[in-house]
């Protein structure tokens, strides 16, 4: 046996120059840079509560245009920052497009996920083949149903019942 491969049962293990040993499994090297993503343009509707968000991306340096406003002064806090840019975090595009958003309806977490909607569903349509699995599997692409239950006649509200008395 050389000193430049190693046998253990079946499978086989030849060392490189380097000597680092190749595998099966394919781990992505440090100096090649992020994958190659198609860049175009795209619009989408997202909704979330009450909120309505009407979303195009394109191409661009990752400015955001929210009802004529930056992205900081429209979402101050930071937690709704990052929930609209989960998906751009997810397929590793910050920075690569533009968003002008119209919002409206809802309070601010609605819009800042009915905004989170609209910016996943354009990057799936931009490119369905590589990015839609990612985005599937982290649940952007799932429109959250969960709305303001409604008041039932003879409560209080939609669930609250008046004070049960005895006598």
Known sequence: MSEDSQTEGEET???DEQGIAYSSESSPSADSPARPATIAPAAATGRRKEAVARVRIVPGTGVWTINGRTLDSY????????????????LQLEGRFDVIARIHGG??????????LGVARCLNAIDVEANRPSLKKAGLL???ARVIERKKAGLKKARKAPQYSKR
């Open 107 to 116: 309070g601010i977490t609605g819009q800042a996920g009915a905004l989170r």
């Open 75 to 90: 979402f101050p806090n930071k937690l709704h920052q990052q929930v609209v840019n989960e998906p751009f975090a997810e």
């Open 13 to 15: 293990y030849v060392a």
């Open 142 to 144: 799932t429109r959250d």
